[in-house]
């Protein structure tokens, strides 16, 4: 598998030098790849903030990132990975990116320059009680997106307010170990823990590890899973005019996880409360070659394009939001995934109603109650243009070894619950929108893919 993957960039110059793209664009002819358009800047209707950003990402104080060169022997960072990072960031237009550095590095780094604060490019630290606990980068178009710390290292804790001990050589033992205690430590600084890579963890040590949860998908760790994929990309790159548009290379290799899923479902089906995240993880360290848009493959945008982990933060009291508000709403479980390379949606939904009182998600609802799941299948931002795609919303249940299907519809679903459990809902579509995007890959217009992944609803 891996020797697949060193054979695509192996060979990845010759495509990449001889194919050509089209620019994506927002267009009457709706949404096209390639184009990022936000989603509402607007309370949704029950008053939370929805926020989209990254949770596992590494930047240069990641001592694998920048193609193995983050720093130099002085300890100097590589500018033009860290300006990638900046660049990515911006124009993706993320709301936050929950770092997650490894500790190599990271351990050595000292706050604020873990935040990847630079007061030169008008950088404003957020301080609490005089000390800096998160950065608002500044982007040339006036956004600020809120760049928190993190690592990655024995767990991955994310949103660190400082580090957890006074020297490299204590923060790298704590950061290392997998201990209870040491998970303990970090959230005291103030950290949500959660468990990178789900395929690399037990069952049982999801479910007893005092953590917040786990991640539910991992692009890394997906790419591997698609070696076949790999080898027809490489057989195809003599013709490059088969292959498609650079901005959606990948969507032959993505598929679902299914020890994800079933890690997933084996948790929560033991009663288990847990949120779960998508992890971008990118380092910008694997895929050198450019695409045809001039961009190599692994650039921090491209990479940070692909999905967001969106969450419902309640407002502040100037009606922004702060780390406190994000971390809140991560630990709640008030979040969702969205592969936004298929789109950006708008109106997504998940709650239960018992009567006049509201549950979110991440939140407990007793089945006595008769609780109803509400779930609504969003539209595009931009459009969908000419072809739409054929989405189906599903309503899922926990149970050992993954997740029984309970219901699902083409339209808002509306599902009255009497067993306990514990209940998502995930938004699936068929991409015919993207067919001309995709040249010999066509096929996978018809091919489903889960847009949306829900967190839970707890019925006790």
């Known amino acids: 598998m891996r020797a697949a993957v060193a054979a695509w960039l192996a060979l990845g110059s010759f495509f990449f030098a001889c194919s050509s793209d089209d620019a994506g664009s927002a267009s009457a002819s709706g949404w096209t790849p390639g184009t990022v358009v936000g989603t509402t800047r607007e309370p949704t209707s029950r008053g939370w903030l929805d926020r989209r950003g990254l949770i596992h990402a590494h930047s240069v104080h990641s001592h694998d990132a920048c193609d193995g060169e983050p720093k130099d022997a002085k300890g100097k960072v590589n500018a033009p990975c860290l300006d990638d990072f900046r660049q990515g960031l911006c ?29 030169s490019k008008g950088d404003v630290l957020l301080e609490r009680g005089g000390t800096p606990v998160a950065s608002w980068l500044a982007c040339p178009d006036g956004s600020t997106p809120l760049i928190i710390a993190g690592t990655e290292s024995g767990f991955m804790p994310v949103g660190l307010e400082r580090h957890v001990a006074p020297t490299a050589a204590e923060r ?77 290379v990948l969507l032959p290799i993505v598929s679902e996880d299914k020890r994800y899923l079933e890690r997933w479902g084996s948790v929560l089906a033991a009663g288990k409360k847990r949120v779960t995240t998508m992890g971008t993880d990118c380092h910008r360290n694997s895929f050198k070659d450019l695409l045809p848009d001039g961009e190599r493959i692994d650039s921090y945008r491209r990479m940070m394009g692909w999905f967001s982990n969106h969450l419902l933060v309640a407002p502040g009291g100037q009606g ?34 018992t009567g006049g009182e509201v549950t979110e998600m991440g939140g407990e609802v007793p089945a006595a109650a008769s609780p109803v799941l509400h779930a609504t299948v969003p539209t595009a931002e931009g459009g969908w243009g000419a072809k739409p795609p054929d989405l189906v919303v599903r309503l899922l249940r926990a149970k050992v070894g993954g997740w029984d299907v309970v219901h699902e519809a083409a339209e808002a679903l509306a599902h009255p619950v009497s067993e306990p459990g514990a209940y998502r809902v995930e938004v699936r579509m068929k991409p015919r929108h993207l067919t001309k995007y995709l040249s010999s890959y066509a096929d996978l217009g018809e091919k489903e893919f889960v847009w949306i992944y829900s967190n839970a609803i707890y019925v006790k």
Not at 174 to 188: N, Q, R, S
Not at 322 to 346: S, T
Request: glycine residues 8%; charged residues 20%; proline residues 4%.
């Open 172 to 248: 790298d033992a704590i950061y290392g170990a997998e201990t209870p205690e040491t998970i303990a430590a970090v959230k005291k600084l103030g950290a949500v823990v959660l468990l990178q890579h789900t395929e690399d963890w037990s069952v049982e040590q999801l479910s007893d590890l005092p953590i917040d949860g786990f991640e539910m998908y991992n692009l890394h760790a997906n790419t591997f899973l698609g070696a076949g994929a790999v080898i027809q990309l490489i057989q195809r790159m003599k013709e490059p005019e088969l292959l498609p548009f650079s901005d959606l």
């Open 91 to 119: 124009s993706t237009r993320h709301d936050f990116v929950m770092l997650t550095d490894h500790k190599d590095s990271f351990a050595n780094t000292e706050f604020p320059d873990a935040l990847l604060y630079d007061a």
């Open 320 to 353: 922004g939001f702060d780390d406190l508000g994000l971390k809140a709403a991560l630990r709640a479980g008030r979040a969702y995934g969205a592969f936004e390379v298929l789109g950006f949606p708008i109106g997504f939904d998940f709650h239960a109603a």
